[in-house]
């Protein structure tokens, strides 16, 4: 693949984000997020439609660095938030609900059916928008009953996808962590699954 083709495949990749929500939890990796959005926005002008931050990725990132990059909502997913009836009226008008990094208790919480925050409830009542959990588990935790359960859960939903972690470090000592896919990759799954 030549330059241009390569470049052609990232824009493409990056057109998802114009109706698509973006669901940032609270795991370390929220924090490289901004970067990413900043390389997407610079380069080819895409923002995501909207951007929903739990409460614990706001250990990681600022609002301030995350809110330039949705075009038509950004909210806090929060019942104590000004903005949490708006979460409702977003999932109307999205296509795919991106959640990266998706932490190890949002995944419970979702396979659950918990509705425990705006977001939560807005999704887990539609089975006709897309949800894309990239998964950033602790270290073994991939190897546990409780996530193979949630691999169970999900194959039962067809509008719920969840991508395993890859290899990487840990902040818990020398451990072999699971970080979710980088950033790009994730986005690129997101568009091929929509465009086969």
Known sequence: MDSNEDSNAVREAFDIF???????????L???????????YGN??????????TPAAQRFVTMDALRPFASEGFFIDDWNS??????????DEITDVV???????LI?????FASSTPLQLAVNGRDDRHIHLFSSLPPDAE???????????????????LYD???????????????AVFFPRAIKTVAERRNP
């Open 18 to 28: 114009h109706d698509s929500l973006l669901w940032v939890a609270g795991g370390a």
């Open 30 to 40: 929220a924090s490289q997020v901004p970067f990413w959005l900043q390389y997407a």
């Open 44 to 53: 080819f002008g895409a923002r995501f439609h909207s951007i929903v931050v």
């Open 82 to 91: 000004p903005m949490s009836p708006d979460h409702v009226r977003v999932i």
């Open 99 to 105: 959640v990266y990094p998706a932490t190890f208790k």
């Open 108 to 112: 419970a919480d979702l396979s659950s």
């Open 143 to 161: 190897s546990t009953v409780a996530y193979e359960h949630f691999r169970r859960t999900f194959r039962d939903r067809s509008n719920v996808h």
């Open 165 to 179: 972690p890859m290899t990487g470090g840990s902040f818990v000592g020398d451990r072999e962590g699971r970080p």
